[in-house]
């Protein structure tokens, strides 16, 4: 069984900066392409960041220049820095990443969700 975590939610003023964290535990062999969400309310939801196994990212425009995906493969840790926070990041946002497990082959897993709330 696998297991990502996330932390790191919460409130943050505009133009504020929120790092949300994802931890991976149990039956992993190797994290491959790792990818934040977000939902906000009554919309639909959508892909923010992603980062490959080969160590390339790509960004939704909406928060290019701002977010910053990364990963600790050592610790089965993946972060989502996000800096210049505006209003309309408000949402929950997930991580999820396909996972390579050493018996039960590969499967996209997903965090529980972490609310990112920006108002003054």
């Known amino acids: 069984q696998v297991q990502l975590v996330e932390s790191g939610g919460g409130l943050a003023q505009p133009g504020g900066s929120l790092r949300l964290s994802c931890a991976a535990s149990?039956?992993?062999?190797?994290?491959?392409?790792i990818t934040w969400y977000r939902q906000a309310s009554g919309k639909q939801r959508e892909l923010v960041a992603i980062?490959?196994?080969?160590?390339?990212?790509h960004y939704a425009d909406s928060v290019k220049g701002r977010f910053t995906i990364s990963r600790d493969n050592a610790k089965n840790t993946f972060d989502l820095q996000m800096n210049s926070l505006k209003p309309e990041d408000t949402a929950v946002y997930y991580c999820?990443?396909?996972?390579?497990?050493?018996?039960?082959?590969?499967?996209?897993?997903w965090g529980q969700g972490t609310q990112v709330t920006v108002s003054s």
């Open positions: 999820s990443a396909r996972i390579n497990t050493r018996l039960h082959g590969s499967s996209d897993y």
């Open positions: 149990g039956d992993i062999s190797t994290i491959g392409t």
């Open positions: 980062g490959t196994g080969a160590g390339s990212t």
